[in-house]
Nanobody, 123 residues
Framework: QVQLVESGGGLVQAGGSLRLSCAAS????????MGWYRQAPGQQRELVAS???????IYADSERGRFTTSRDNTKNTVYLQMNSLQPEDTAVYYC?????????????????WGPGTQVTVSS
């Protein structure tokens, strides 16, 4: 059974940084692209970053230059380094597996979502 567990969120002031982690279990995802999604209150969940099995990365326009995603396939873990955080980055952040053959998809491979990790940025 696939499990995704996000961690590393917290409360930071605008301009601060956080590093999120997502540990996957139940299956080795080294061959899959992975995505970081976030959902702000009252908003739909959106994809903010993705990383392919080979380590290539893609970012949403508003996150490019501030967020960096990476992965450690030996640990079945992906990371999201977030710098220059702004109040509009406040959301619950999730990771998920992207559909095979895709590098950017608002709809992940699995309908399952982990607990997410709350990121709150104060002004």
């Amino acid at each position: 059974q696939v499990q995704l567990v996000e961690s590393g969120g917290g409360l930071v002031q605008a301009g601060g940084s956080l590093r999120l982690s997502c540990a996957a279990s139940g299956k080795n995802f080294r061959a899959n692209a992975m995505g970081w999604y976030r959902q702000a209150p009252g908003q739909q969940r959106e994809l903010v970053a993705s990383i392919t099995s080979g380590g290539s990365t893609i970012y949403a326009d508003s996150e490019r230059g501030r967020f960096t995603t990476s992965r450690d396939n030996t640990k079945n873990t992906v990371y999201l380094q977030m710098n220059s955080l702004q109040p509009e980055d406040t959301a619950v952040y999730y990771c998920n597996v992207l559909p095979y053959g895709t590098t950017w998809s608002e709809v992940p491979l699995y309908d399952y979502w982990g607990p997410g990790t709350q990121v709150t940025v104060s002004s």
